[in-house]
């Protein structure tokens, strides 16, 4: 799909008469705004779209184009339009939560309640994601942390029986993994919880989820927007875990947590896709 999509939008701007700078603008608007879907791709296409419209410089001997090269700019405009009927189409379906995975809730082996034991017991998130501020995975707690409580609390409960039995032999509950980047972007927990970017702003409140659900799009958009200011979600290191943590009004400086955490969020292409 995405390739119809850069080709169309080459077309079109080529038979408008955009310019190498103009061109490269608008698929940058059109891709950052609408679909963040396919950028080296059309950057590319364009390229290869731009060569093959300018002249070969400078040509050895006069070179006459076959006459049917004269409808060349009404079959890219024709192409052009069709590129915008499909342009408002991937709009629709970029911005669908479908597309974006918002709300995706797994159903789970366990039935285990973040708003029981993050929220009302209270656990920090670090007692079972403990590799958080560490590296760049949370790891998912062994059932071994389940057995710190789960041994004594509630040992007949069945739906605690599959956590017993993957204690027993020593194998590891299967959990559905809910929030999952393309294999193609790199990210890192440690990097924004050292920032003193709290899970809240990327997970939402989790300790009030009886099932965990996905909340923000994690598109390349979502995450350009805060690299690009991160001030409205800063907030001290030590407060990253409480979700409830919001700024006291007045006394809170964003830009001294910048300079104390020194903060530099990098838009390269390289930080995200290496
Ligand atoms: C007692 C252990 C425990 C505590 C405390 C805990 N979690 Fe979890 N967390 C789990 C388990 C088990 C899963 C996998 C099952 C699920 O998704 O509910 C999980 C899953 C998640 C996921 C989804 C992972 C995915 O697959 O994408 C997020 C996000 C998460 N936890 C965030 C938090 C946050 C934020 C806190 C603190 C407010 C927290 N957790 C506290 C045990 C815990
Ligand atoms: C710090 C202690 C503690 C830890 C660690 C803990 N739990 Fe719990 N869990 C509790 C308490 C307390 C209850 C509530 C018991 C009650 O309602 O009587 C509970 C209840 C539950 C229930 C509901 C049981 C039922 O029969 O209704 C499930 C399921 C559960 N926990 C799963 C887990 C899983 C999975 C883990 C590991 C990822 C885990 N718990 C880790 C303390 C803990
Ligand atoms: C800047 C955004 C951001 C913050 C802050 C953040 N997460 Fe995540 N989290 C993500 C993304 C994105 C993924 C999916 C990662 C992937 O697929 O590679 C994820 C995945 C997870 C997972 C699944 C395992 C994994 O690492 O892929 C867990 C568990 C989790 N987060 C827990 C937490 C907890 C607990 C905190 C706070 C202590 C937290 N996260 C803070 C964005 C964030
Ligand atoms: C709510 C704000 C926020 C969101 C959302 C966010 N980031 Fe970040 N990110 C930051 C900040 C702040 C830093 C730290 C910059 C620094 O240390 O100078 C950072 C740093 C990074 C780094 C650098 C890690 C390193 O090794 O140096 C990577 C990679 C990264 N982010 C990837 C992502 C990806 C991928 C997403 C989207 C899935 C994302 N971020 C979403 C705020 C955010
Ligand atoms: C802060 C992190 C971040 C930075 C910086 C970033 N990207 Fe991305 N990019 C992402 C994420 C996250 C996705 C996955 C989005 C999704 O699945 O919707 C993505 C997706 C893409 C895709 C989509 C591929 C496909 O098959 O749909 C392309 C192409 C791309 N990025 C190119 C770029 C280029 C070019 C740059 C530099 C101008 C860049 N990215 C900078 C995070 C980033």
């Known amino acids: 799909m995405p390739h119809i999509f850069d080709a169309t939008i080459c077309s079109l701007s080529l038979a408008l008469g955009a310019d190498e700078v103009t061109l490269l603008r608008t698929v940058e608007l059109v891709h950052l705004h609408y679909s963040p879907a396919a950028t080296p791709m059309t950057a590319r296409c364009c390229k290869e779209a731009l060569l093959a419209s300018s002249p070969p410089d400078p040509p050895p001997r006069p070179f006459l184009f076959p006459r049917w090269t004269n409808q060349l700019r009404e079959i890219s405009a024709l192409v052009g339009v069709f590129g915008l009927v499909y342009a408002v189409i991937v709009v629709g379906w970029t911005f669908s939560p479908e597309t974006s995975a918002i709300g995706y809730e797994p ?6 309640s973040h708003r029981l034991h993050a929220g009302e017991l209270g656990i920090d998130c670090r007692y079972c994601h403990n590799t958080v501020e560490k590296t760049a995975r ?15 609390i509630r040992t007949q409960s069945e739906a605690l029986a599959p956590v017993r039995a993957a204690y027993e032999d020593g194998e590891p509950l299967r959990w559905v993994r809910i929030h999952d980047l393309p294999d193609f972007v790199y990210f890192n927990h440690s990097a924004h919880l050292n920032a003193g970017i709290g899970c809240v702003h990327c997970h939402g409140r989790v300790d009030r989820m009886e099932v965990v659900s996905q909340r923000k799009p994690l598109t390349m958009g979502w995450c350009l927007g805060c690299h690009r200011n991160p001030r409205p979600f800063l907030g001290p290191r030590s407060e990253t875990t409480n979700l409830a943590w919001a700024p006291d009004q007045g006394s809170f400086d964003p830009e001294a947590l910048i300079a104390a955490y020194d903060l530099t969020p990098s838009t390269d292409c390289s930080t995200c896709h290496r």
């Open 107 to 112: 159903d789970q082996p366990v039935p285990y």
């Open 138 to 152: 949370a790891s998912l707690p062994p059932a071994a942390t389940c057995m710190n409580c789960h041994s004594t």
